[in-house]
């Protein structure tokens, strides 16, 4: 059964780099199906989808992060990571990590991790 | 403001079917195919209806989606109270070139 689990800080003070790693179990992340996908929910709200990252290291982001996001991907370790700069209180949410389909037209998230709570404060 | 539109909310009484409305356009569900998730309380999302109207293994045959233009549906038929939980729709933008989702459903059964 394949599982992912999100790690790192809870705690980042703002204008610092959020980072955070999702290590997959149970599957290889370097299958030519899947994107694997970055999403947080702040409290109270609804989802946002951060980017997503294929094996190879190729990525989408959304539009609205872009410039404060890198997602990046460790095949060896079977991990990727999400590192998010500049934040503010803004920022502070659930983050969930996520296996993507990568079909042309779908692109359903159908596993995720348990998500992080990463706050933001000084 | 999210992409696609749903009701912010949406209740029923056990044994009722309730429906709920995902609006978006035609860079998204127009041409792209719809997946709910269902989040209970506290835990993670978890994908419910996948490629418009297709369940996952596991996911009872109560739970049904449809789409048609630039709207979905999700319907919910026999309701329980197991199924008090937010709802979200979503989609793959081919403006955005990004995933877009709705911004959810909280379902109360009375």
């Known amino acids: 059964q394949l599982q992912l689990q999100e790690s790192g800080p809870g705690l980042v003070k703002p204008s610092e780099t959020l980072s955070l790693t999702c290590t997959v179990s149970?599957?290889?992340?370097?299958?030519?199906?899947?994107?694997w996908g970055w999403i947080r929910q702040p409290p109270g709200r609804g989802l946002e989808w951060i980017g997503s990252?294929?094996?190879?290291?190729?990525?989408y982001y959304n539009p609205s992060l872009k410039s404060r996001v890198t997602i990046s991907v460790d095949t060896s370790k079977n991990q990727f990571s999400l590192k998010l700069s500049s934040v503010t209180a803004a920022d502070t949410a659930v983050y969930y990590c996520?296996?993507?389909?990568?079909?042309?037209?779908?692109?359903?998230?159908?596993?995720w991790g348990q998500g992080t709570l990463v706050t933001v404060s000084s | 403001q999210s992409v696609l539109t749903q009701p912010p909310s949406a209740s029923g009484t056990p044994g009722q079917r309730v429906t709920i409305s995902c609006s978006g356009s035609s860079s998204n569900i127009g041409s792209n195919t719809v997946n709910w998730y269902q989040q209970l309380p506290g835990t993670a999302p978890k994908l419910l209806i996948y490629t418009n109207n297709q369940r996952p293994s596991g996911v009872p045959d109560r739970f049904s989606g449809s789409k048609s233009g630039t709207s979905a549906s999700l319907a919910i038929s026999g309701l329980q109270s197991e199924d008090e939980a937010d709802y979200y729709c979503?989609?793959?933008?081919?403006?955005?070139?990004?995933?877009?989702f709705g911004g959810g459903t909280k379902l109360t059964v009375l």
């Open positions: 996520a296996r993507q389909i990568r079909r042309l037209g779908d692109r359903e998230l159908d596993y």
């Open positions: 990252i294929y094996y190879r290291g190729s990525t």
């Open positions: 979503a989609a793959w933008d081919d403006s955005l070139n990004g995933q877009v």
């Open positions: 149970g599957g290889s992340i370097s299958s030519s199906s899947y994107y």
